[in-house]
């Protein structure tokens, strides 16, 4: 990446791209180094729960569960609220949670499902896996910030593309056989390791990247949500019949449950038939319609909050088969939607498949390793891109790489932005105000140019 090839117009593209990949860099890094640290933990969330919060999260077998809605009743003798979510223990071993929503919010309490006694309480927007995955999307620290995520996802996938392009050994045989192409050279102190550990290592990897790239855009809330929409309209979501011959309500299933799937974040939640006279099933027979009806242990029950409420039971475990779905009639105990993953279009079904994949639940360990080792090289290389411009910067000045000889490649470059602006519109306008900045502010202040040359 440091030789200066002569002005045609292949030597400006690269310098171009160069240029691209570096002021790209210069600001993804930061949120880079943030994705990868915060992903990689919530790879491991569940074990993570079971070791360093096993106090509440593991429990003595015992030889038989109570029912719910004792545990419930001991959650709520604990910490007086109204009981919006109960979650069936995913292992025999496992803790029931019961949350509740209380005027200081909602809270989580850990209850022994064999004893009912309660092990801890913890505010649902302070529970550790809650925090990491907002953290990791910057949702956080507002909707707004979210916004940057989705554009730094897109910039990801231009950073990836863009160092393979530099990265290629275009018209140098000889240099495989050097190193720096397949083979890091282990030179300590000098600036080629850094680029090495940098480039060699993003090669390998590349791929990888790039699916974790676009596997993580459809959380994104722009792009996600519009993909989202499009994917039902066209019936290649959820199947949009199912709620036919239902009455429902103006919320959505995210508004009731605590995880709701991509596919049905944004689906009708149905209301119950009001009778006369007639009591709620209550809760203990809610769970045990859900059980009979076959859906897998540690699903959550949002609790009816009104008259018309229903009970929504859901799941969305590391096997995507077992995806469920289940809105049950508060009065009769009737099933009125009952939705799998197999019921989902073919948009759906690979969208799905693909955050399976990048949350590493689709192949077991060998998954999350996979992912942790990606996590890990985007760290490496960061640091090491960090290391490496720090090394060629001339003093007092930042090195941005040169502009290209022929400044016809630019036309290439605002369309190539233009594309990108296309699929990802967030991420458009972020490389649209790089380059109006590079060729408008940049080149045309002399200061500037100096400074950053």
Known sequence: MSSQPSATIPSSLYRAIWRWHFFAGLIAIPFMLLLATTGGLYLFKDEIDRTLFGYRNVVPVGAATLAPEALVAAATDAVPGQAAIYRDPPLPDASSVVTLRTDAGDVKVF??????????????????SWVLKKIHSLEYFGATLNHVIE?????????????????????????????????????????????????????YVGVIMLLLAVTGMPWSGLWGGQVNAWATQLGL????????????????????????????????????????????????????????????????????????????????????????????????????????FDQYGPVAQAIEWGINVHQGQEWGLFNQLLMAGTCLTIIVMSFAAIIMWWKRRPRGRVGVPPFPADRRVYTGLWLAALAVGVLFPVTGIGILLMLAVDWLVIRTIAPLRRAFS
Do not use: C
Request: hydrophobic fraction near 40%; proline fraction near 9%.
């Open 237 to 340: 979501g959820y199947p949009p019949g199912a709620w036919d011959n239902v009455p429902v309500s103006d919320q959505h299933l995210q508004h009731v449950v605590e995880k709701a799937g991509w596919t049905v974040e944004n689906s009708p939640v149905p209301e119950s038939t009001l009778p006369m006279a007639v009591p709620s099933i209550g809760l203990n027979r809610a769970v045990a319609v859900a059980r009979d009806l076959g859906i897998a242990p540690g699903f959550e029950l949002a609790l009816p909050a009104t008259p018309e409420g229903v009970y929504s039971a859901t799941i969305f475990p590391d096997d995507l088969g077992r995806q469920r779905i289940l809105h049950i009639d508060q009065y009769s105990g009737k099933p009125l939607v009952d939705l799998g």
């Open 111 to 128: 209850v022994d499902p064999y004893t009912g006694k309660v092990l801890d309480q913890v505010a649902a927007n302070r529970e550790f």
């Open 151 to 203: 554009a730094m996802g897109g910039f990801a996938i231009v950073l990836i593309v863009s160092g393979i392009y530099l990265w290629w050994p275009r018209n140098r045989p000889n240099r495989v056989a050097r190193g720096g192409v397949a083979t890091i050279r282990w030179q300590p102190g000098r600036r080629a390791l850094w680029r090495d550990l940098h480039a060699v290592t993003g090669a």
